[in-house]
T-cell receptor, first 111, second 116 residues
């Protein structure tokens, strides 16, 4: 079945630094979505990428969809304490019915 | 402007009892999804329902688990004869369109089930 993998599993970042988290799917995707879950909270939708090579920005967050539509990345610049949480990517196969989530990257920010 | 409402927030059940988890989707959303999350892990798809129909239940265990989304009322995830391994957070999500049309899901706050 479809697998979605994320690396790293944990990311310890100094406040103010940049980092990138990566997402890889075993199958070609029709779209990929990113969610953020704060500790003790629920996943919150951040963005969806649909086109091959697509890049979208949300303030300090930059999302990219790979050319082959099998991988994606999230880059955060100038990390802040409010960025703490787990970032999940989730992929949907073409004509698929289920959004498959990766294992998440848990981000801890050192002030 | 209620989002996805799940109740109860926390549920404690003894081994062998039944657990019923409820989910009311956002207004205007007719597509409901249930996911299960263990601590420090990702979300595992369980089932996708649209009003009165189960569209995809490929992630749901064949025994003891069932789900419904009746014409009136919330979606229900039912776990019979719970075991310790059922302890997890169960999240419900909803969307206005089917997955193939794209668009993000809105998640509820989850039900944290503890089996003792």
């Amino acid at each position: 079945g479809q697998q979605v993998m994320q690396i790293p599993q944990y990311q310890h970042v100094q406040e103010g630094e940049d980092f990138t988290t990566y997402c890889n799917s075993s199958t070609t995707l029709s779209n990929i979505q990113w969610y953020k879950q704060r500790p003790g909270g629920h996943p919150v939708f951040l963005i969806q990428l649909v086109k091959s090579g697509e890049v979208k920005k949300q303030k300090r967050l930059t999302f990219q969809f790979g050319e082959a539509k099998k991988n994606s990345s999230l880059h955060i610049t100038a990390t802040q304490t409010t960025d703490v949480g787990t970032y999940f990517c989730a992929g949907l196969k073409a004509a698929g019915n289920k959004l498959t989530f990766g294992g998440g990257t848990r981000v801890l920010v050192k002030p | 402007n209620a989002g996805v409402m799940q109740n109860p927030r926390h549920l404690v059940r003894r081994r062998g009892q039944e657990a019923r988890l409820r989910c009311s989707p956002m207004k205007g959303h007719s597509h409901v999804y249930w996911y299960r999350q263990l601590p420090e892990e990702g979300l595992k798809f369980m089932v996708y329902l649209q009003k009165e129909n189960i569209i995809d239940e490929s992630g749901m265990p064949k025994e003891r688990f069932s789900a419904e989304f009746p014409k009136e009322g919330p979606s229900i995830l039912r776990i019979q004869q719970v075991v310790r391994g059922d302890s997890a957070a169960y999240f419900c999500a909803s969307s206005p369109n089917p997955p193939r049309q794209g668009g993000g899901y809105t998640f509820g706050s989850g039900t944290r089930l503890t089996v003792v």
